[in-house]
């Protein structure tokens, strides 16, 4: 049985209405635009397990879809895609933050950053007992051990980066405040995190990763420095998205 369920959160476009028109799919419409919000009415409303939670701005195809629940079984609750960034259009600034953060090891086997996550029903259970926090990904990539979880390099996604500095630092000043809300609740592992150490083998091992890193560390440094006020405010559900890799309509798998 295939179940479709489309949570508008805030939208204020025609996405609610558009979605209404394909046979089979049942749209619900919440006014608070907050993705855990939508996640949790998401979650409420659908029936079917296995599930897929898959984010509005990244494109796969229904067979890669298919593909990801039929690596769920045994010991494996949770899957993803492959990922694949197309950088066309980016500035140098982004392309160069982005050949360093897809060769991170916790990059390459989390979960996280792909958009699209396949759960068992036991996996659903596991996930619907974490917090609701702002990098829900990642706090689901994180409550599965390696055997649990599974990138299926057979199943593609495509998830559009930032195409400018700007909007790639609001995305990575929301990925900091939110990494910094899962430390607290401690639902972040530290092999998730970015070390020194982990950086230093990258440079070593890779010669012209390296050459970029410099990048990847200022970026990385103004987001934390931008994301303080939000970290000190406790605020973890203002959700500053880069407009520049939306996907349309017509991009859309």
Not at 45 to 58: E, M, N, Y
């Amino acid at each position: 049985m295939l179940e479709v369920v489309v949570v508008c959160n805030g939208c204020t476009d025609d996405t609610a209405a558009r979605a209404r028109t394909v046979e089979g799919v049942r749209v619900v419409e919440v006014p608070e635009p907050s993705k855990a919000a939508a996640v949790n009415v998401g979650n409420r409303v659908a029936t079917v397990l296995p599930r897929v939670h898959l984010d509005a701005d990244v494109s796969i195809s229904g067979p890669d879809i298919l593909t990801l629940v039929d690596a769920l079984g045994g010991d494996v609750h949770a899957a993803a895609p492959k990922r694949e960034m197309p950088m066309a259009g980016a500035s140098w600034s982004v392309r160069s933050y982005y050949r360093v953060w897809e060769a991170l090891p916790q990059v390459r086997r989390g979960l996280f950053g792909r958009g699209v996550i396949a759960l068992s029903a036991e996996g659903q259970r596991r996930v619907d007992r974490l917090p609701s926090v702002m990098s829900d990904d990642l706090t689901v990539s994180e409550a599965f051990d390696d055997h649990e979880r599974r990138v299926v390099d057979d199943a593609h996604v495509v998830v559009r980066p930032p195409r400018t500095t700007g909007d790639l630092l609001r995305r990575r000043v929301r990925v900091v405040t939110g990494n910094v809300q899962a430390t607290e609740l401690g639902v972040r592992h530290r092999s998730s995190m970015t070390s020194p150490a982990v950086l230093a083998r990258l440079a070593v091992q890779e010669p012209a990763v390296g050459l970029r890193l410099p990048v990847f560390l200022g970026i990385g440094l103004i987001a934390r420095w931008k994301s303080r006020r939000a970290v000190r405010a406790g605020d973890f559900t203002t959700w500053l998205r880069d407009e520049s890799s939306r996907v349309t309509a017509t991009d859309a798998s």
